[in-house]
């Protein structure tokens, strides 16, 4: 059987003494998109963060194509849109894709050929010369995104990649990100949204800091007798 893009182990990681990831397990296949589903509190992103190595975990295993981590090497080819905003206020559009571009390896030549592709994709073509601490939220949300993709990652790390972004650019998004996955990336997403979490090959739904199931969301809604994905967290997580 071919390597999982992603396992995580038996992950655990406490602030203090509040343990906010309590034993997670969870495996991403290559060219899979898996979402990470649950309240807010539930320890999504405190889980991508020690993935990607800014928390160290407490214990637990985590292998990011195929290496152990924490690896330097591995994050080149990693992409990683925070939860909240990450990008130079002060700078613009491009100057922000520019930096990014040289923090993972880039040069002047990729990085051009790379960039008018990218600024289209997320609309701000117009407002590359634009400071970000001037844009509005949601087009700061597609600013980041393009930080995250500009070196064509093959593993997508995307925090709640598309809180306040209009719903036409939601939908170009998603079918962006599957045609990541069918040229090889793979892709854990986190979102709220849960007619966006159903476009998911897999979710896990996630509850004081612990994977409750893992399964196609179809699978999901059938197991849990409900009529959609939303109805079936409300069960799982014991709002209704
Ligand atoms: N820096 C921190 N110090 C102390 N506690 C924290 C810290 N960051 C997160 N927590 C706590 O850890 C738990 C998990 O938080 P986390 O941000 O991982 O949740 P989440 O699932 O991403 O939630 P959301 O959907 O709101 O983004 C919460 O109870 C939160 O209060
Ligand atoms: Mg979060």
């Not at 969301?217 to 939303?230: H, K, N, V």
């Amino acid at each position: 059987m071919e390597m999982p893009a992603l396992a995580v182990r038996e992950l655990r990681k406490s602030y203090g003494n509040f343990e906010a990831v309590r034993g997670l397990s969870l495996e991403v296949e290559r060219g899979e998109i898996f979402g990470l589903i649950g309240p807010n509190g539930a320890g999504k992103t405190t889980t991508i963060k020690t993935i990607i190595g800014l928390l160290k975990p407490d214990s637990g295993e985590i292998e990011l194509l195929g290496r152990k981590m924490p690896n330097k090497g591995v994050l080149a080819k990693v992409g990683y849109m925070p939860q909240e905003l990450a990008l130079y206020r002060n700078l613009t559009v491009e100057e922000n894709l520019w930096f990014y571009s040289r923090l993972y390896g880039l040069s002047r030549e990729e990085f051009e050929k790379r960039k008018e592709s990218i600024l289209r994709f997320v609309g701000l073509e117009k407002f590359r010369n634009r400071l970000v601490g001037e844009l509005s939220g949601g087009m700061q949300r597609r600013a980041s995104l393009a930080c995250a993709l500009i070196h064509e990652p093959e593993f997508l790390i995307l925090d709640e990649p598309t809180v306040g972004v209009d719903p036409q650019l939601r939908a170009n998004f998603w079918s962006y990100f599957r045609e990541l996955t069918k040229e090889g990336a793979s892709i854990l997403i986190t979102t709220h949204y849960m007619d966006e979490a159903v476009n998911c090959d897999r979710v896990a739904i996630m509850m004081n800091g612990k994977v409750l199931i893992t399964a196609p969301p179809e699978q999901i809604i059938e197991e849990t007798g409900s009529a959609t994905l939303e109805e079936a967290v409300l069960k799982l997580t014991g709002v209704v």
